[in-house]
């Protein structure tokens, strides 16, 4: 089993909509999420981190973690062209000093 | 405050040629970590360093290596260039939680 593992794409979504992004977990003790965006060609920029249970909302993502289901979400609310790009999720491996990265999601917002 | 800066932007070398790439990572951090990025691959963890120490590395042959400097400056080095190391080299500085914050990436392609 990958140590994280995200929704297959690629994700097209109409420019109003919400996009739905999925990642799983492998280790039971892991405590802090992140969400990346990378534009193609252009390195990956942290949009979201998330250490509790529940919702994190910031301006029109909201990342939702569930520990016990070990899945984490991320939503992009009112889908703009301009968020077209891949999602990444990231879950640090505990006392392995690493990220660990899903293989990412790439989204296309259709004008 | 300052990001994550790496240094040359884009490379191009020969097969069995060697190269360095650098990264200065963010006022304050001590943590830098490197990633490999190749359209089949993902991203691939190569090493994380702390305070001048290397406390994980990937599954990378020993051609790739690297180092960290007293003042938290970071360098790797590939020798013996093989094709199949064409990719974007990926710096990145955490602080806390593994938060890490990329640089904008060195483009390495080998002739």
């Known amino acids: 089993q990958k140590e994280v593992e995200q929704n297959s794409g690629p994700l097209s979504v109409p420019e109003g909509a919400i996009a739905s992004l999925n990642c799983t977990y492998s280790d039971r003790v892991s405590q802090s999420f992140f969400w990346y965006r990378q534009y193609s060609g252009k390195s990956p920029e942290l949009i979201m981190s998330i250490y509790s249970n529940g919702d994190k909302e910031d301006g029109r993502f909201t990342a939702q973690l569930n520990k016990a289901s070990q899945y984490v979400s991320l939503l992009i609310r009112d889908s703009q062209p301009s968020d077209s790009a891949t999602y990444l999720c990231a879950v640090p491996l505990p006392n392995d000093y690493k990220l660990s990265f899903g293989a990412g999601t790439t989204v296309t917002v259709r004008a | ?111």
């Open chain 2, 1 to 111: 405050k300052a990001g994550v800066t790496q240094t040359p932007r884009y490379l191009i070398k020969t097969r069995g040629q060697q190269v360095t790439l650098s990264c200065s990572p963010i006022s304050g951090h001590r943590s830098v970590s490197w990633y490999q990025q190749t359209p089949g691959q993902g991203l691939q963890f190569l090493f994380e360093y702390f305070s001048e120490t290397q406390r994980n590395k990937g599954n990378f042959p020993g051609r790739f290596s690297g180092r960290q400097f007293s003042n938290s400056r970071s360098e790797m080095n590939v020798s013996t260039l093989e094709l199949g190391d064409s990719a974007l080299y990926l710096c990145a500085s955490s602080l806390l939680h593994n938060e890490q914050f990329f640089g904008p990436g060195t483009r390495l392609t080998v002739l």
